[in-house]
């Protein structure tokens, strides 16, 4: 990747709806072969997609949480019938399998204090396989999720 690729990608992570011929100019390009250079990186796997950010206070989700959680065994089969409920939860922002106190992190989004604790109670709670979990409320975010830095890209 050279340093063409990383502006583009640096670009795009900031502001996916830009057009072509916008990305082209301020690359120096031909619009042609910006077409060419983004489909490639599509290609090779690098850009996996697109997508808006949404506020989601705008959209009534005014409670995200971190929840932890463990898993009482840690056989394959175990692990990934926990991982797919996991999957089917749409409060699910973002899931880790993670070493550490804990097997796994989520983030959820939820509209309100009633939601979390239904979340917790009436599904969490019932995963198979779950030993614990601990939740964390966020109060606020202090950095989001920007893109990855393409500094030290190779």
Known sequence: MNQLDKNILETLQRQADISNKELAAQNGLAESSMLNRVKNLKEKG???SYRAVIDPKAIGYSVQALIM???SQHQIQSIASFEERLLQLPEVKVG???TGRYDYAIHVVLRDIDHLANLIKDTISKLPGLER???FLIFSAIKEDAGYSL????
């Open 151 to 154: 500094d030290y890209a190779i």
């Open 46 to 48: 690098i850009i996996k």
């Open 69 to 71: 959680l463990n898993l």
């Open 96 to 98: 880790y399998h993670i």
């Open 133 to 135: 979990q601990e939740t």
